[in-house]
C-alpha cells in the first residue's frame, strides 16, 4: 500500500512512524510533513489546507488511503472530496468534523442528544456575552472561542470584569481570529480531565487506551491554554464502572446522534471528558488524533495500525476479529516548546542534541514544529510552538518519567522550555479496573 498522512505536526510523525512499521505498506508520504516525518515518510510540500493540491497528489501518486491528521483540512472538507475522487479516507466528513469546528455546534448536539456536559450559552454578540456575565452569581465561567484554535480558545475567568476583558479580546479585537466570532459561555466543572479515543466507521466502536493530557502551559497547571504540554496513558482514575459509563452514555449516544442527525463520521472521535462527582462530563469533541496523545498510542499499541484504519476506511471495522494489543508498560510524553509559546514564538533556532535524545533507552522522540534549514549540513531548526514531544517507555510512571526527561535534557536550543511535572499524579503501571478495549455497534 500508498499511505498519504497529511499535516506536519507530532501527531503526523507518530502516525507515520507507526503506519511505515506495517508490513502492508509500501511507501509513506507526508505532506507538508516535518524534519522528523523525512524520516520515515517521504515528504511533499503541500500545505494541510490545500484540498486542490491533496487531491491531485493522491490522484497522481495513486496513494491507496489517505489519514488526515489535522482538523483544519476535515472542517473544510478534504475527506469529502477524496471520497467523491474515490480515495479511501480515515478522516470525517465536513459536517461530521463540525463537532470540533465548532464548540456552538457541538455543545447543542450534546444537549439534543442528551449526552452529559456542563450547561451553557452561546452568543455572537460581544455586548449581550457581557451582559450574561454581569448578571452569574457563580464562579468561575469557562469562555470558548467557538471556531478552531489550535487548543487556545479556552479560558477559565474568575469574575465578571476579567471575562469581559476576555470577551472584547475574543470578539471585538479578533485576538483568535475568526475562532471567536462566536463564543460558548459555560458552568465550570471540577474534577479530573482525561481523553478517551475511538476509532468507528459510524457504526462500530474500537475504544482505545484513554490518556490525559496536561493543557496549561506551567507546571501545576498554571498560566494559559495550550495544544498540550505532556501527555501519560494509561489512565488509573478510569474504573470498571467508569469506562462503562462513558461508553453507554457518552461513546454510544454519539453515535446514534450523528447517525441520526445523518452525520458521515469515519476516523477518530476524541472525547475530552472531567470526571466530576456527578460522573463524567463532555468537556469537546475532536474529530482526530490528539497531538501529544497520538504520539502516547502509537509508542503502547503494539498490533499494526494499519488494518484498522483501513478497515474504518472501507465501513468495515466490525468485521476486525479482535481489538489492537497495547504495551502494558506507561507511556510519558513530554512536549518541548519554543520561546513564548502559547504566544508569538521564536523561530528558526537550531536543535541539537537529537540523536543523543535518541539513544536513551526506550526513549523516541517525535517532531512538532521543526524543519530543515536551508543548508547542505540538513540542520534540523524549530518551525513552532510546539517544537518536539519526547516520549519513553517505563514499567510505572516514574521509570517513564526519568527516561523522558533524561531524553529531553539532551536536546539544546535557544529559548526551550517544557513542564517537569507531566505524568505525576494519576498513573499507575494499568488502568485501575478499566476494560479491555472494545470493538461493538451501538445498541439499537
Known amino acids: 500500500m500508498k499511505v498519504l498522512v497529511v499535516g506536519s505536526g507530532g501527531r503526523e510523525h507518530a502516525l507515520c512512524w507507526?503506519?511505515?512499521?506495517?508490513?502492508?505498506?509500501?511507501?509513506?508520504?507526508?505532506?507538508?510533513?516535518?524534519?522528523?516525518?523525512?524520516?520515515?515518510?517521504?515528504?511533499?510540500?503541500?500545505?494541510a489546507t490545500d484540498v486542490a493540491g491533496l487531491l491531485e497528489l493522491a490522484a497522481r501518486e495513486k496513494i491507496d488511503l489517505v489519514v488526515i491528521g489535522p482538523e483544519e483540512p476535515l472542517c473544510l472538507g478534504l475527506g469529502d472530496k477524496l471520497r467523491a475522487a474515490g480515495v479511501l479516507v480515515f478522516g470525517p466528513d465536513a459536517s461530521a468534523a463540525r463537532l470540533e469546528g465548532s464548540k456552538a455546534f457541538a455543545k447543542e448536539f450534546l444537549v439534543r442528544h442528551h449526552i452529559p456536559t456542563a450547561q451553557f450559552r452561546r452568543f455572537d454578540r460581544s455586548?449581550?456575552?457581557?451582559?450574561?456575565?454581569?448578571?452569574?452569581?457563580?464562579?468561575?465561567?469557562v469562555i470558548k472561542a467557538s471556531g478552531l484554535a489550535g487548543g487556545k480558545g479556552v479560558s477559565i475567568v474568575r469574575d465578571a470584569?476579567?471575562?469581559?476583558?476576555?470577551?472584547?479580546?475574543?470578539?471585538?479585537?479578533r485576538s483568535l481570529g475568526e475562532a471567536g466570532n462566536e463564543v460558548v459561555i459555560e458552568e465550570f466543572l471540577e474534577g479530573?480531565?482525561?481523553?478517551?479515543?475511538?476509532?468507528?466507521?459510524?457504526?462500530?466502536?474500537?475504544i482505545l487506551d484513554p490518556?490525559?493530557?496536561h493543557k496549561q502551559v506551567g507546571d501545576g497547571d498554571v498560566g494559559p491554554n495550550t495544544g498540550g504540554m505532556g501527555v501519560c496513558s494509561p489512565v488509573s482514575l478510569l474504573s470498571r464502572r467508569v469506562m462503562r459509563q462513558i461508553e453507554q452514555h457518552v461513546l454510544v449516544a454519539t453515535l446514534h446522534g450523528m447517525r441520526r442527525d445523518e452525520l458521515s463520521f469515519r476516523g477518530v472521535l476524541f472525547v475530552g471528558l472531567m470526571l466530576t462527582e456527578s460522573g463524567p462530563r463532555v468537556l469537546e469533541y475532536n474529530c482526530r488524533f490528539g497531538d501529544p496523545e497520538a504520539q502516547a498510542l502509537m509508542r503502547r499499541m503494539k498490533s499494526d495500525l494499519v488494518p484498522f484504519l483501513v478497515a474504518t476506511a472501507q465501513g468495515k471495522l466490525a468485521d476486525m476479529p479482535e481489538g489492537p494489543e497495547w504495551d502494558p508498560r506507561v507511556c510519558i510524553g513530554v512536549v518541548g516548546a519554543a520561546e513564548g509559546y502559547p504566544g508569538k514564538v521564536r523561530k528558526g533556532d537550531g536543535i541539537l542534541g537529537l540523536e543523543e535524545a535518541g539513544k536513551v533507552p526506550e526513549v523516541v522522540v517525535f517532531h512538532g514544529g521543526t524543519r530543515f534549514a536551508?543548508?547542505?549540513?540538513?540542520?534540523?531548526?524549530?518551525d513552532g510552538g510546539r517544537v518536539v514531544c519526547v516520549t519513553a517507555l517505563g514499567k510505572d510512571v516514574e521509570e517513564a518519567r526519568r527516561s523522558?526527561?533524561?531524553?529531553?535534557?539532551?536536546?539544546?536550543?535557544?529559548?526551550?522550555?517544557?513542564?517537569?511535572?507531566?505524568?505525576?499524579?494519576h498513573l499507575t503501571r494499568k488502568p485501575a479496573g478499566a476494560p479491555e478495549p472494545q470493538r461493538r455497534p451501538p445498541s439499537r
Not at 449581550?128 to 468561575?140: G, H, R
Request: hydrophobic share 40%; net charge negative.
Open 18 to 47: 507507526k503506519i511505515r512499521s506495517s508490513p502492508l505498506v509500501q511507501e509513506v508520504l507526508c505532506a507538508p510533513g516535518n524534519a522528523g516525518t523525512a524520516e520515515v515518510a517521504r515528504n511533499v510540500p503541500i500545505k
Open 161 to 173: 470584569r476579567e471575562g469581559c476583558v476576555l470577551i472584547d479580546a475574543l470578539m471585538e479585537q
Open 127 to 141: 455586548g449581550l456575552a457581557k451582559t450574561y456575565l454581569e448578571s452569574c452569581t457563580q464562579w468561575p465561567q
Open 374 to 382: 536551508p543548508t547542505l549540513k540538513k540542520e534540523v531548526v524549530t
Open 192 to 206: 479530573e480531565e482525561v481523553s478517551v479515543l475511538a476509532i468507528t466507521d459510524g457504526e462500530a466502536l474500537l
Open 211 to 213: 490518556v490525559m493530557d
Open 404 to 425: 523522558a526527561y533524561a531524553g529531553f535534557d539532551k536536546l539544546t536550543w535557544d529559548g526551550r522550555f517544557c513542564r517537569r511535572d507531566i505524568g505525576h499524579r
